[in-house]
């Protein structure tokens, strides 16, 4: 599967690639990020540095870095993963580096990854976990028109405690309806 350069109002998204490491390594590594997303594996600068130079070839996914028209810089990723032909859905997952947050970078790479899942490579339904602690991103993707569908509890750790998982998803019939396509 090629994989996409998107173009939005702000946001240029474009496959990963190997000098987009630097920046990944600081976002694999910024606790509020690791905390957010339910990330507890430990990476070092060597793993970072080969996944991205390769993952732009792994099968069933599609990564892509989040930047600002004008500039190349890296400035968070949108991943869909866990891409099933036969089934037509797939996994996304959104993370962006620490000064970046809060400022609609997210909100529209998410929404031009969703016209890619439904419009481009044909899915049904996309579907994500968003931690219980992440209220922020909760009120994102449900303002963007994903539905609840379940909760999974205890899923992620959070410190010495832990925290539920909530799943959610769009469908592509509610991602036409709720566009007046």
């Not at 869909?80 to 970046?100: E, F, H, Q």
């Not at 219980?132 to 994903?146: K, Q, T, V």
Request: aromatic residues 6%; proline residues 3%; hydrophobic residues 40%.
């Amino acid at each position: 599967m090629d994989k996409p350069t998107l173009e939005g109002e702000m946001v240029r998204l474009r496959p990963v690639r190997a000098d987009d490491a630097a920046h990944m390594w600081e976002m694999v590594n910024d606790p509020e990020a690791m905390r957010t997303t339910g990330t507890t594996d430990t990476f070092t600068r060597q793993q970072i540095d080969r996944w991205c130079a390769t993952v732009a070839d792994q099968p069933g996914r599609i990564d892509l870095a989040i930047t600002a028209n004008g500039s190349d810089d890296f400035l968070g990723e949108i991943v869909l993963n866990d891409i099933d032909g036969t089934l037509r859905s797939a996994n996304m997952r959104l993370v962006m580096r620490p000064g970046y947050r809060g400022r609609g970078y997210g909100t529209e790479a998410i929404e031009l990854v969703l016209g890619l899942a439904f419009d481009g490579i044909g899915t049904h339904r996309v579907e994500l976990d968003v931690l219980s602690i992440n209220a922020r991103a909760h009120s994102l993707y449900e303002n963007i028109g994903f539905r609840h569908e379940g909760r999974r509890r205890d899923a992620y750790r959070d410190g010495d405690g832990w925290c539920d998982a909530i799943i959610m998803s769009m469908l592509e019939d509610e991602y036409r309806a709720l566009r007046g396509v």
